[in-house]
């Protein structure tokens, strides 16, 4: 059974990523330097994006399967999923600006 983090009401991940609002996936770990230099990152854009988008953040030493179903070489690696497609995928510290523009790209 898959389980997202941060998730409420008990929704898995396949159900979150299926929805209709498009949802930013973090995978991560708590050791990955990169990662902690994204996380203030992704509560901007958070904040900028309000409930137009979901962002979840996955513990890939805590979710090995997710990690291993999306291939997951490196870390952080950031998937958005719209209506459950990958959309959109990058590697590494990806920077706010870029962030945003992909999403303006992809969700319109």
């Known amino acids: 059974m898959s389980h997202a983090a941060n998730s409420p ?3 898995s991940f396949q159900d979150i990523i299926r929805g209709d609002k498009p949802v930013l996936v973090d995978f ?3 050791w990955c330097g990169p990662c902690k230099v994204m996380a ?5 854009l958070a904040e900028r994006t309000g409930d137009k ?3 979840i953040k996955v513990d890939v030493d805590k979710s090995r399967s997710a990690a291993q ?3 997951i070489q490196s870390i952080p690696t950031l998937i958005l999923f719209h209506k459950g ?3 959109w995928r990058q590697s590494g510290v990806v920077p706010l600006q870029k962030l945003e523009a992909m999403l ?3 969700t319109g």
């Open 9 to 11: 009401k008990n929704e």
């Open 53 to 55: 988008l979901r962002i």
């Open 28 to 30: 991560y770990a708590d």
């Open 85 to 87: 497609r990958i959309v």
């Open 104 to 106: 303006r790209q992809v």
């Open 40 to 44: 203030p990152t992704l509560k901007q």
């Open 69 to 71: 179903n999306y291939q």
